[in-house]
């Protein structure tokens, strides 16, 4: 497994649409890429522009295939609203249910 990180600084007049673009992109990603398996958003309780994405994958080609692909998905209205920075690191595994 693969854990990708976003880390994001979020136009304050956009934090609710990027919530809720995440939303769909992160339901969008599992049901079209193989190897997708969903992501966690944490949001700075006190600065809500202020956020961090862990996406998990199978396996890095997974996560590189998906970022390779051409038609436009709806995680680029994600990526065009905050300036973000991509990070791939192998998951390393503490609890059993990893």
Do not use: K, N
């Amino acid at each position: 497994m693969v854990r990708v990180g976003y880390r994001f600084r979020i136009d304050p007049e956009r934090v609710d649409e990027f919530r809720a673009a995440w939303r769909e992109a992160t339901v969008h990603i599992r049901s079209t890429y193989d190897g997708a398996r969903g992501s966690t958003l944490l949001v700075d309780a006190d600065d809500p522009t202020q956020a961090l994405l862990f996406a998990l994958w199978e396996s890095r080609d997974h996560w590189q295939a998906s970022r390779d692909d051409a038609p436009p998905t709806p995680a680029e209205l994600v990526i065009d609203m905050v300036d973000g920075e991509y990070r791939a690191a192998s998951q390393i595994c503490l609890h059993r249910r990893c």
